[in-house]
């Protein structure tokens, strides 16, 4: 009976050392759920459709109708990643949470969010006229001559046509073709100031290019907006530190 004791007890010794690790093993294996809510930190109001990344195991979801969302983690994830079109990303790191609410800031006028438009601008997202925006870092790789070459295949609805292929030939720009029995050329607006050619204009001085197309966009250009707007807005000087950009061609 000594004996059996003995193994018992030197048994529930070995039980006693091996639990705990075996325990912290399964924690640290383990999954865990961490819910939470995204927010605009202007207005508090909900975001949905927010994009919610776990950094590492690339874990996944978005954000419902009211801004919540529940996403399940390895235990080794501690860092969330929050993305949303207009809005600057967002990390945070999550260890030892189960509940969190992210707020979102939006990201200052970049061009490619922003549309001008005949009365100022506007988000892109809330135009509804048919309004196309030029990417210019694509019309920049070109080697054309004049804006007006380089809008050639870049807008849907627009067509220019070059009356030869001599340098410095005339062109005709006709946005969603012939719109008046006299002058069919759409209006040009370069900062604001109406002009009757852009063929002085270098196409690296333009910080974007926006077309108006239908009748709501060009309602405040009247008549003169009948066959379409071109608006040109041309780069100028801004806060921040001095860059160089040098386009060469040869050949």
Not at 30 to 54: C, K, M
Not at 70 to 97: C, E, I, M, W
Not at 166 to 189: E, H, M, Q, Y
Request: charge should be neutral; hydrophobic fraction near 40%; aromatic fraction near 6%.
């Amino acid at each position: 009976m000594t004996v059996m004791r003995g193994k018992g007890f030197y048994l529930a010794v070995l039980l006693a050392l091996l639990l705990p690790p075996l325990c912290l093993m399964a924690q640290q294996t383990g999954e865990r759920t961490i819910v939470g809510s995204v927010v605009d930190a202007a207005t508090n109001e909900a975001l949905q459709g927010v994009t919610v990344l776990a950094k590492g195991s690339g874990a996944g979801t978005t954000t419902d109708a009211n801004g919540n969302f529940s996403l399940r983690l390895a235990r080794t994830d501690n860092v969330l990643l929050f993305s949303y079109v207009g809005y600057a990303p967002q990390s945070v790191n999550v260890a030892g949470k189960q509940n969190i609410t992210v707020t979102m800031s939006e990201t200052a006028n970049a061009v490619g969010e922003v549309v001008v438009v005949g009365y100022g601008t506007q988000k892109k997202k809330d135009v509804t006229g048919a309004i196309s925006v030029v990417d210019m870092k694509e019309v920049n790789k070109l080697s054309a001559s004049t804006l007006a070459h380089a809008l050639q295949g870049q807008v849907a609805g627009v067509d220019v046509t070059s009356f030869s292929g001599a340098p410095g030939s005339g062109i005709t720009v006709r946005v969603r073709g012939i719109g008046t029995l006299n002058d069919s050329d759409p209006l040009f607006v370069v900062d604001g100031m109406m002009v009757g050619d852009i063929n002085f204009l270098n196409t690296n001085d333009i910080e974007s290019v926006q077309v108006l197309k239908d009748a709501s966009a060009t309602a405040i250009y009247g008549a003169r907006g009948a066959n379409g707007v071109v608006i040109i807005t041309t780069k100028r000087g801004s806060q921040g530190k001095a860059t160089i950009n040098l386009s060469a061609y040869y050949g």
